[in-house]
């Protein structure tokens, strides 16, 4: 039986029949590059065999054989050209103004709305008189090729005073650097802080484990069975914690930790210096604690003293204790179902015991030279200034 002989010829490199080989073979080609890679791969190995016997060979229709054949000689590639597409139904500046109304806030516009939407968009369009009606679906898509998402949202805050910051937060910072060394001089770096208003929940079922296809569930009612806060440090130089729970939050209550766990941990430690990075929250009272460190100075005739270091104003980023509290968050009190503030208690001072089994020091990677880089721009319009 004969055939008509292709009228192309396909010569391949061997470098290219392997490429064709492996693009055939490999699970993760397209299935339309793995047709069109065969069918080349084909015509190199039978020459002779005409569009009809490779189109019944491949079980492909013959037009398809000869267009791809044709596109590997004239390109000796394998993806589609690219396509002009439709033409365009909105000009430019519409499209401009739409994703300009979208980088703007909803209340700029007169919208009662905290961020927008795709649909909410679609129907503010249809307010403005030099706009048409365009859909959401199209709105949607000309936002993720400009990768602008209005609908999501993240916390951020400007630093009002950047030399006041910038003040504050480099001894902290440095004293983070240096702990392990200050530790071997002497010099106890502890970051103390308070998580407050722990509540023990007592579910009205108790959870259950986890089982085959179905994860631990938690039941949604609950009732109160009151609040501890937590006065906690973490020593920077080897990652353990120190806590203790009270049922109040005041300044004798901090006191009274600092006196029985954290001085009693550094005379243990025989140091002679404890640094303590503290936020500005009233429980640590910064009119009252200058005089209990005085007098516990005075009480241990010199052998302690207690150097404060004042984190700046909404930098709790900066205190690395709220990591830990973050670990304690998501490892212990989620999901929260305790019957009472003893077990709570109980619960929390366990948790602490076994944290500090295999504690190490947080990996804190945020040093003063970055704070300067980043504050480099306004440090120097304010000296201009």
């Keep these: 039986m004969s055939h008509q002989r292709s009228q192309y010829a396909l010569p391949l490199a061997p470098h290219e029949l392997s490429q064709l080989k492996l693009l055939v073979q490999a699970h993760r080609t397209p299935q339309a590059i793995a047709r069109r890679a065969q069918l080349i791969e084909v015509s190199h190995t039978h020459p002779d065999w005409g569009t009809k016997q490779v189109a019944r060979v491949l079980n492909r229709h013959e037009s398809w054989v000869r267009k791809w054949r044709r596109r590997w000689q004239e390109t000796h590639r394998l993806q589609d050209a690219s396509r002009s597409g439709a033409p365009r139904r909105f000009p430019s500046e519409v499209r401009a103004q739409v994703t300009a109304l979208a980088c703007s806030l909803p209340r700029a516009s007169g919208v009662p709305l905290a961020h927008w939407s795709r649909a909410e968009l679609a129907r503010q369009v249809t307010t ?5 009606p365009i859909s959401a679906r199209t709105i949607g898509r000309w936002l993720t090729t400009e990768q602008i998402r209005p609908w999501r949202f993240h916390s951020w805050q400007h630093i009002q005073d950047p030399e006041a910051f910038f003040e504050r937060a480099r001894p902290v910072l440095r004293l ?9 001089q002497g010099i106890w770096v502890v970051c103390t802080d308070e998580k407050t208003s722990i509540q023990a929940r007592q579910a009205e079922q108790a ?10 569930y938690q039941s949604p009612r609950y009732h109160r069975r009151g609040v501890l806060h937590l006065m906690a440090a973490l020593s920077v130089a080897d990652g353990l914690v120190y806590g203790q729970c009270h049922t109040r939050k005041r300044f004798v209550d901090f006191r009274s930790f600092l006196e029985t766990v954290v001085v009693a941990e550094a005379q243990r430690r025989r140091v002679k210096t404890v640094a303590l990075v503290l936020d500005n929250g009233s429980t640590h009272a910064p009119k009252q604690l200058p005089g209990f460190v005085q007098e516990l100075e005075t009480r241990s005739e010199g052998k302690l003293t207690m150097q404060r270091y004042w984190l700046p104003t909404n930098a709790s980023w900066l205190d690395q204790i709220e990591i830990w509290f973050s670990v304690l968050q998501r490892k212990l009190l989620q999901p929260n179902h305790f019957t009472g503030l003893n077990e709570l208690e109980q619960a929390i001072h366990g948790f602490i015991t076994r944290y500090n089994q295999t504690a190490k020091p947080i990996k804190w990677s945020y040093t003063v030279e970055h704070l300067e880089h980043k504050l480099a721009t306004r440090l120097r319009e304010d000296v201009a200034a």
């Design 128 to 132: 403005v008189a030099t706009l048409p």
């Design 176 to 184: 983070y650097e240096h702990a392990a060394a200050l530790l071997e």
């Design 207 to 216: 959870p259950r484990p986890a089982v085959h296809q179905h994860p631990v």
